[in-house]
């Protein structure tokens, strides 16, 4: 029954039943319940409105097929921390989405776009999506939680290598124990669950079997374990092919002059 329906109904029974039974407070009395509903009516209103203008938090009810629609993009593992709040008749979303720890940059950003766009196709009512980008640990499930969280205290110290540091590190091992069998191409870093692991990419010459490079590669993966505790695994991989020219952007070498002049 409508609310206006309601109180219509509360407010004539008990006139017309007050002067057929002769009762005459039944008048007033339906007054103070009709005032009730129309302070009841208010208040619940007025709660409401109030929400939305401090960016109340979503009922989960309503994320939950907003996941679902997360969850059913490729290259997606997982996502956590969905969290939405309204301003108006708007909806805006924060959530971090786990992808596989080993993509490239733009492959992750590329997800996290894809994700952006099929919830505000699906979702008219969401405004605006926060995405975070996080590496799914699935691939890494034989570490016990404790173990994950000592691993991220002592990724957050200044005792593991950044970029910088451990191409360093390689650079100085492979230049003087692999010098004239193999040259430094590229180092990937990867952080995971607090762990640290290398990719390194090298060159070798050309006529060098495939026996002897598995067996040198295995050496400097040893040689730089033994330099740096802190790092977990290192992978060397033979680069075969050419490297993938960089993007010239527009100003780059602009930009690159402001950087350096910001730095000095």
Known sequence: MAPSLRC???????????SILGVPYLDPLAGLVVSGMILKAGVHTGYESVLELVDAAVDPSLLQPIKETILQVDGVKGCHRLRGRKAGTSLYLDVH???YPFLSVSAAHD???????QIQKSHN??????????PSYSVESNMDQKGIWENIERRNSD???RQQTAEAIVSCIISSHFSKKMSLEHLMLHYLQGRVLLQVEVSMSP?????DAMDIAKQAEEEILKADSSISQVSVQLRLGQQIKQLKLPGGKNRAKNQQAQMQ
């Open 97 to 99: 989405i786990e992808v």
């Open 125 to 134: 009512q969401v405004a605006e999506v926060f995405i975070h980008i996080d």
């Open 8 to 18: 219509y109904f509360f407010c004539c029974c008990p006139i017309r039943g007050g």
């Open 111 to 117: 997800i996290g776009e894809t994700v952006r766009h």
């Open 159 to 161: 005792a593991i290598p």
């Open 207 to 211: 006529e060098i079997m495939i026996r």
